[in-house]
């Protein structure tokens, strides 16, 4: 299988580089938000390890503002130089979805891997109304329709810790 051709985003500045591409994630091949999502994840269950228990949730949610806070204009400055609507080597997007879907779970392998393939699927799937979401314009549609996915991963992720269907 060929791989896309590489689009420069010369033009944009070094910041929006290298938050867009999540610092060179989003040049992996083969999908690189899929990269992204397994580095956001990593790293996030690195550093949430070291934070006080009752601080985690709190620490979670103003990472995953923070992120899609500099993520909408990093995304909008190299998609317009790109001259793409949304690149496929953006992805803050998709590290903004991955810590909205960890918000206040358990540090657990299962909980992680939960975390990382039910972000997936919602950011793949894009059932209603996160399609629309890309209909925004520039950084807008390109970050916060995977910040809606990892909501909807959020969402299954506490039914199913509620319902003891993740961790015994």
Known sequence: MKSPPEVSNVGSPLWATLLATFFGTGRLHPAPGTWASISTTILWALASSAIPFASRPWATIAAAALVTLIGIPAATRV??????????????????????????????????????????????????????????????????????????????????????????
């Open 79 to 168: 998609s317009r130089a790109s001259g793409l609507k949304d690149p496929q080597f953006v992805v803050i997007d998709e590290v903004a979805g991955q810590l909205a879907a960890l918000i206040a779970v358990p540090l657990a392998w299962q909980t992680f891997l939960a975390g990382l393939i039910l972000f997936r699927v919602f950011d793949i799937l894009k059932p209603f109304p996160i399609r629309r979401l890309e209909r925004l314009p520039e950084g807008f549609g390109i970050v916060l329709d995977d910040l809606a996915a990892g909501l909807y991963a959020l969402a299954i992720m506490h039914l199913l810790l509620h319902f003891k269907l993740l961790i015994k």
